[in-house]
């Protein structure tokens, strides 16, 4: 009888000591998770011959001919924007825009091209998403073909990593979306 109650012990100790081992897994990478208000948008204009709405938790500086840098302090990024004239010479601002952004194609996985066309306002472009590890992942050019001619590109001050960046570069490429698309030009200039 003895055996079979030390037989039985030896059992449950050996059904206890292996039975009831935790599994050691790893611990799961953790996913920072970015939330950005959602943006809501204020006209700026000053003398320049062109209006624009912009996201109204962004600082904006004016530079010399019209040339302007919207910044994002949170995001350490900056959407830089340049106005030239028109002067019969369309298609080589087109060229220089086009040129400008194809430059990124070495370190782009893709570049996907977005024609902006709206007769009412006479505001013509392009939009370009940049995919990969570029130095800037979205630009733009809008013209009314005849006087008016503004490009814009975002740039981080970060190393270009897609992936850490990609929830910042949407929302500033949803402002940048917007902004072409609230571009007026003055008739009067």
Known sequence: MINKVIGFLTVL??????????EVLPKP??????????SQYVTFSNQCPFTFEMNE???????????FTINYPKMKATI???????NNDIDKLLRDAQKLTYEHVIKADDILE????????KVYGMFYSVSGN?????????TDSIKHFV??????????????IMP????????????????????DR
């Open 13 to 22: 100790l050996l059904l206890a000591f292996t039975g009831c081992k935790n």
């Open 29 to 38: 990478a953790g996913q920072l998770r970015l939330d950005y208000e959602v």
């Open 57 to 67: 938790k962004t600082t904006i500086k004016a530079n010399q001919n019209c040339e």
């Open 80 to 86: 830089y924007l340049t106005y030239k004239t028109v």
């Open 114 to 121: 977005q024609p902006y066309i709206n007769k009412e306002k």
């Open 134 to 142: 570029a130095a800037t992942n979205a630009q733009f050019y809008a």
């Open 151 to 164: 490009t814009g590109s975002v740039y981080f001050y970060a190393k270009p990593n897609f992936d850490s």
């Open 168 to 187: 910042a570069a949407d929302y500033i490429k949803n402002d940048m979306q917007h902004l072409i698309e609230s571009i007026q030009w003055d008739r």
